[in-house]
């Protein structure tokens, strides 16, 4: 047992490998730490813990990155979808605070399962749809933000249909989820989730395994097909969901 994390060491072992998956992922696609990391981090630590330990890494990877690219970003899009985001992360921090964490695992299994499976068989078209979809999607990716840092994905469904040029989405979509963090970071430290002492003790540990995955997937990102790995983290999301739902159903 490594006391001063309350970890044994096996355990800190496996959330170091998660942790450099994720920024793997990220420094390969330029999205997915979180959604790649909280399924399996749930798996070995409590979500409560998971969650605001992969924030911390998020924005410092976040400010690593810096804002190069923020003179494309859409504001208008940004400025319509944050009133709604921010309503949805005022829901889903109080859930997180005060759901039962078996109801927590169950519903993150369901949300990986259901977005890796489709992002995994299918190929939907991204046809343009009305602003009036940020409404919703805002509030629904708002909510998935807060409880498990998993919005992202609900916000590149919106905006990849609304901007057509790449360069403007990804911008775009990076800026928001940066700004999402900062509000997560001020939410979640006003309800005490950063009390926790080990929070920042396993993060000052961990960053480092966080910067050498990001520093990896940048170096892989011009060698494998893109593609490929995306499909590969799909399916291990599913088996890593899967895990869930029966820890959610099952476990003790």
Known sequence: MLDWIQLPAATLGCVALVIALAYTVYGLTGFGS??????LLALLIPLRLAVPLML????????????????????????????????????GVTLLVKA???ALLLVLGVFVLSYSAWSLVLRPEARPISARWAAPLGVFGGVFTALFGTGGPIYTIYLARRLPDKTVLRATISGLIFVAALARLALFTGVGLYSQPRVLRLALVLLPCALLGLYFGHR??????QQHVVQIVWAILILGSLGLLWRGLFGR
């Not at 979180?34 to 399924?39: D, H, L």
């Open 34 to 39: 979180s959604i790649t990391a909280i399924p």
């Open 56 to 91: 911390v890494f998020d924005l410092c990877v976040g400010m690593l990155m810096g804002v190069a690219n923020r003179k494309v970003v859409d504001r208008g899009e940004v400025l319509r979808l944050l009133p709604f985001i921010l309503l949805g992360m005022l829901l």
């Open 100 to 102: 039962p964490e078996r």
């Open 220 to 225: 892989l990102h011009h060698r494998l097909p």
